[in-house]
């Protein structure tokens, strides 16, 4: 099936630096779920959005989900280095249950 | 148990044997999947269950692989005759319904093809 993408790739940054990955679809969503998952480990749910517009905050990360419902961001203010990992946006599309991941996007923060 | 166990956590098979890997998902879980993850890539998905329904394995990539889940608790992903390109981490992750509910996911079992 079509891969919903994520950019970008990969991120370098400094502690204390901004950091946002955009996930993007060609169809309209019902609903989008953010992973992460650190190196050497296994994904870890963070949000999910549900509405039209929807935006979220957990501490430092801000999840936004957009007015057409087809693409979603995380906002991390203030990186830290236990931000280090690749962050997944899992889409749902229609009534499907199935759980399937973004192309990720790599974050690197070093002091 | 308090959350999804894999079982075993590292395999090393010889190309052509056949392997069985193990997930145990938290108790009530309705959803289970599995994925395959290669070294610096995202999880694939493979195949789908709700309760001991496989509802979608579509992304089985040959007929070598196949998953039960034959009582809807304990799932099971075999690999018959192993090739290298299996070499990956395979993950389980199990939710209470689905769709609408954060996925759980194991440590993975490591198999290397040798």
């Known amino acids: 099936g079509q891969q919903v993408m994520q950019i970008p790739q990969y991120q370098h940054v400094q502690e204390g630096e901004d950091f946002t990955t955009y996930c993007n679809s060609s169809?309209?969503?019902?609903?989008i779920q953010w992973y992460k998952q650190r190196p050497g480990g296994h994904p870890v749910f963070l949000i999910q959005l549900v509405k039209s517009g929807e935006v979220k905050k957990q501490k430092r990360l801000t999840f936004q989900f957009g007015e057409a419902k087809k693409n979603s961001s995380l906002h991390i203010t203030a990186t830290q280095t236990t931000d280090v990992g690749t962050y997944f946006c899992?889409?749902?599309?229609?009534?499907?249950?199935?759980?399937?991941f973004g192309t990720g996007t790599r974050l690197q923060v070093t002091l | 148990g308090a959350g999804v166990s894999q079982s075993p956590r590292y395999k090393v098979a010889k190309r052509g044997q056949d392997v069985a890997l193990r997930c145990d998902p938290i108790s009530g879980h309705v959803s289970l999947f599995w994925y395959q993850q290669a070294l610096g890539q995202g999880p694939e998905f493979l195949t789908y269950?709700?309760?001991?329904?496989?509802?979608?394995k579509s992304g089985l990539p040959s007929d070598r692989f196949f998953a039960e889940r034959p009582e809807g608790s304990v799932s099971t992903l075999k690999i018959q005759r192993t090739q290298q390109e299996d070499s990956a981490v395979y993950l389980c992750a199990s939710s209470l319904v689905s769709r609408d509910t954060e996925a759980f996911f194991g440590q993975g079992t490591r198999l290397t093809v040798v």
């Open positions: 169809t309209t969503l019902s609903n």
């Open positions: 899992a889409p749902f599309t229609g009534t499907a249950s199935k759980l399937t």
């Open positions: 269950f709700q309760n001991e329904a496989q509802l979608d």
